[in-house]
């Protein structure tokens, strides 16, 4: 199944750190624009952080600060390191290419499972 995969989530107590991966599974991975979301309990779906090929990164006003995206282009897979975590960022994680792609095909139909976060004492 053509899709993209999130791993590295788990329960953490607030404060804790985590380190999410992303890969790509029946594609290659793509070399543009790469971005993580979340989808929180009861909210709808949320871009979190984007890394722009010769720019730069771009973050959510919630997560600027703690949260640092990368990409490691020889192992094909991208990264979100989470530090200074709060149950406010209890999410299912999931990457993708960044907002302006996703309603085009095939961007919009390649979600993956998620990765689920749980922030709590």
């Known amino acids: 199944q053509v899709r993209f995969v999130e791993s590295g989530g788990g329960l953490v107590q607030p404060g804790g750190s985590l380190r999410l991966s992303c890969a790509a599974s029946?594609?290659?991975?793509?070399?543009?624009?790469m971005a993580w979301y979340r989808q929180g309990p009861g909210k709808q779906r949320e871009w979190v952080a984007s890394?722009?090929?010769?720019?730069?990164?771009d973050y959510a006003n919630s997560v600027k600060g703690r949260f640092s995206i990368s990409r490691d282009n020889a192992k094909n897979a991208m990264y979100l390191q989470m530090n200074s975590l709060k149950p406010g960022d209890t999410a299912v994680y999931y990457c993708n290419r960044p907002p302006a792609l996703i309603p085009m095909t095939p961007w919009r139909d390649y979600w993956g499972q998620g990765t689920q976060v749980t922030v709590s004492s």
């Open positions: 029946g594609m290659t991975f793509p070399v543009g624009n």
């Open positions: 890394v722009i090929v010769g720019i730069g990164t």
